[in-house]
Structures are given as C-alpha cells and as structure tokens.
C-alpha cells in the first residue's frame, strides 16, 4: 500500500504540471500556430529525454513509438493547443475530466481491467466536482473548440492504455523519448504546410514554451507513463483530476480572487473522487467488510454469553 501511495504522489506530478497548461498556452504563447505549438514543445522535450537516456528504438519499437507519438503527441499537443485557443479554461478542462471513465472502459477491453466500484464512484464523484468547480457562469462556447478538446481527450485516453499495455518492453525514460520525438517529427511537415513560417517568438513566448517543454511535457510524462506501469489504469485516470484543480487554485492566487461556496464544494468532491479511486480506499473498505464479516450476528452473540 505504501509503495502504490509512492507512485500516485509521482503520477500527481502530471496532471499538476498539465494545469498549468491552459493557463500559459492562453496567456503566453502566439495564437494561430497549434501546429508549430505542439512541434515546439514535444521536439526539445524529446532529444532532451533522449540525451538523458541515451537508448534508440529497437525491432518493434520503431514503429511503436511512430503511433504512440501520432496519438499521445502530435494530435495531442495541437488539439490542446487548439482547444486552449477557442475554449475557456473552465469548459476544455471540463471536458478533459471525462478521461478517467474512457480510460477504464478502454483498459476493461485492451488490458482486462474491469472497472472496480471505487473507480466508478470516484470518476462520477470528481466530474461533478469539477463541473461544480469550473462551470460558475456563463461562458462562449466554440463548437469546433468542444470537438478538439473532446479529440484529445479520447485519443490520449487511447493512447495512454496502447502505452501501458507496451510498457514492460522498455523503460519509462526511452519510451518518452521516443514518443515525444516521433510525435514532432511526423507534426513537422504538416505545421510547415498548414502554417507557413515558425512563429516569431518573443522574451516570454520563449520562456512559455521553455516551461511547456521541460515541465509539463518531459517531466510530467515520465512520471505518468511510469504510474501506468505500475497502477491500474482507473486509478491514474482519477488521479488526472488533478488537472483542473492545479487550473482553478492558479487562476484564482494569480487572480486574488477568493473561492465560492460552490467552488470549494467542487473542490472537496473532486479531491473525494481522487481519493475514492486509490488503491488505500479499496484496502479500507476490504478491511471494513472482513470485520463485518468476522463479528457474530447479535442473537449468536446472545447464545455464546449464556452458554460460557
């Protein structure tokens, strides 16, 4: 138990560093190029992985990593991209916290994980949450920024179980690197195509895509691909929750704005919802149910008193 509570404290690491995400790609980066976006921040992320590890692709995983990086990279990063564009932070991260149920049900039909209660519960109970957390008002809805965002969610979902059903093959580090490479190099010809020149960036676009690269890229990947490998999928698609709720504690301290009732009620349920899917929950209500178990119904109890 102690050992799965390590490895969910390294996954949080992800979701943390990916709510962040939203907020710079909007705030700092130049719009129009989703496609040079997502080359820029999954290229360096890559060889800098790859300089770390210093492994290339081997047999199988050559072309491997070409799909995991088309699904969990290339397309990934520019829906994102595109989605933090056209959306409000509160619907798109809305929207991404659907992942965990998608998550379970394509690890029920790829890997034989069935759902388990707790992570069912858990995902119904955090998706409220962040809909109580996010959705506070009235906000303007692009349709093509829903379809992006509901994209990249499915398909990073997908992509997420591919890498964990591969992922005793390799370690986490060359896998990463991998992925994030293949992704920028297959994104490169399509972003020259569709978008003309890279962007001119500026002091803080650098910087931006510095951060998006290094942190929320090859940091956060590695630690979620090495959760996958060693927690069930439906436990680190709860724990992906995290994610709007890294979104919403930073718009509020950069903001100075204090919380709504009905904010920290979403809060707390999707914290709830995280917890419910941890393999501890699971342990406590086992234990629970072995002492219910284990404690003689009453009129048992009454006829063991008479008979000593």
């Known amino acids: 138990m102690e050992v799965n509570f390590r490895w969910a404290l390294v996954t949080a690491m992800a979701p943390i560093a990916w709510g962040t995400t939203y907020f710079v790609t909007h705030q700092f980066l130049p719009p129009g190029y989703p496609l040079y976006g997502a080359v820029i921040r999954a290229l360096p992320a890559g060889l800098l992985l790859l300089l770390i590890g210093r492994k290339l692709p081997r047999g199988a995983w ?11 990279m290339s397309a990934f990063f520019a829906l994102v991209y595109l989605a933090a564009q056209l959306l409000p932070t509160s619907v798109a991260s809305t929207i ?4 965990p149920v998608v998550m379970m049900l394509l690890a029920w039909s790829l890997l034989s994980e069935r ?9 119904g109970v955090g998706i ?8 506070t008002g009235a906000a303007a809805v692009d349709p093509l920024g829903v379809l992006a965002s509901v994209a990249a969610m499915v398909m990073s979902s997908f992509g997420f179980v591919l890498a964990k059903r591969w992922s005793a093959e390799v370690d986490v580090l060359s896998s990463t690197s991998w992925q994030l490479i293949a992704g920028g190099v297959v994104l490169l010809p399509f972003a020259v195509a569709v978008e003309g ?9 650098i910087i931006g895509f510095g951060y998006l690269s290094v942190i929320a890229t090859a940091l956060a ?3 979620w691909f090495a959760g996958l490998r060693h927690l069930s999928a439906g436990t680190v698609g709860l724990v992906g929750l995290l994610n709007p709720v890294t979104g919403v504690l930073l718009g509020t301290t950069i903001a100075g704005e204090v ?8 809060l707390m349920l999707t914290l709830l919802g995280i917890l419910l899917g941890q393999p501890v929950a699971a342990r406590l209500v086992a234990m629970r149910r072995q002492r219910g178990r284990a404690r003689p119904a009453g009129p048992a109890r009454r006829r063991e008193r008479v008979g000593r």
């Open 197 to 205: 020149s890279p962007p001119s960036l500026d002091g803080p676009e």
């Open 221 to 223: 990947f590695v630690a």
């Open 128 to 135: 409220a949450g962040v809909c109580l957390m996010l959705l």
């Open 96 to 99: 991404m916290a659907t992942s």
């Open 115 to 123: 759902p388990k209660v707790l992570h069912l519960t858990g995902a």
């Open 62 to 72: 050559w072309w491997k990593s070409l799909v995991l990086g088309t699904i969990n």
């Open 259 to 266: 919380l709504t009732a009905q904010q920290l009620c979403g």
